[in-house]
């Protein structure tokens, strides 16, 4: 059946996308561990330090280490990462065109659902921080809009490109993709999401993404 085959689809797409976002927030937490020379540094690499900085105050908090603060630390964790990273964007890019067609209830549906599998894929990961090294190579400004930050994750002799690309809000910068050793996130998701479209329809692939989020919810 079409729709055994896409729920098939999304459990073998969830490791391959979920290893990108684990490293892509990982990475993003890393940052810290270096520095962009000033003259490189701009309000893009400005406003992801200002997460990052957040990141690590929850990570290194021994009270929230505790068992019983858990689900509390988890909460914590995701909301200073949505606050940083443009989920809605996100969502749009990877669903593609399909996105225009959709009402604005649905496309709130769509990027809450997305949300869910990004922060189920990663959370653990960032959790476990260990506190491996970066370095920043530069920050490029592209039509004053959009920005790209590149960095290179250091993990034993292993080194990653990870690069970050952002968006002007008006008074501040989100991501709306990380690119891992030369892989795109969204375009990962997009080209996932399209065969299963292409398979069956847009209904049919929230449904089991419905499915797959109640899932991930549940203790």
Known sequence: MVTNNIWLQIGSLLPQIGRLAVVGLVGFCLTIGGELSQALAGPPTDSMKGTID????????KELKQAAKAEERRSLLEKAVAERFDYQEM????LGAPWKQLSDKE??????????????????????????GVQYLNERIIDKDFAEVRTKILSGKTEIPL??????????????????????????YRGQFTKILHASSYPDLVDQ???????LKSP
């Open 107 to 132: 496309k709130q549906e769509f990027v809450a659902l997305f949300q869910t599998l990004l922060t189920s894929s990663y959370a653990e990961k960032v959790e476990s921080y260990s506190g491996e």
């Open 91 to 94: 969502s749009r890019r990877a």
């Open 163 to 188: 690069d970050y690309r952002l968006i002007n809000q008006g008074t501040d910068w989100r991501v709306y993709d990380v690119v891992v050793d030369g892989v795109s996130l969204v375009n990962n």
């Open 54 to 61: 957040e990141v690590l105050r929850i990570i290194r908090d």
């Open 209 to 215: 993404l419905r499915k797959k989020s109640d899932k």
